[in-house]
């Protein structure tokens, strides 16, 4: 995650939220994620500096999540279960 100020942060928190609040299955996210990235492309201009710069933002987004999120769970997992 893109670790940016608070002041940042406030802009988009409370939106965010109450998206979080409508998504029920991962089609409904696959959809939020699709839809900013089209807006953004619009805003943007369709241009490889836009296309590249979304790319690697979603590369970026699945690795910390999976930095944060899926590894510490994983490793509770192993804890609980044993390892191979």
Do not use: Q, W
Request: charged content about 30%; glycine content about 8%; some cysteine.
């Amino acid at each position: 995650m893109p670790y940016i100020t608070k002041d940042r942060r406030n802009k988009f928190n409370g939106s965010i939220e109450e998206l979080a609040t409508k998504i029920e299955t991962s089609g409904d996210l696959n959809y939020c994620i699709s839809k900013l990235l089209h807006l953004l492309v619009e805003k943007n201009g369709m241009k490889y500096e836009t296309v590249n710069s979304l790319m690697g933002t979603l590369d970026c987004v699945g690795k910390e999540f999976y930095r944060t999120i899926a590894v510490p769970y994983e490793k509770k997992k192993i804890i609980e279960n044993g390892g191979l």
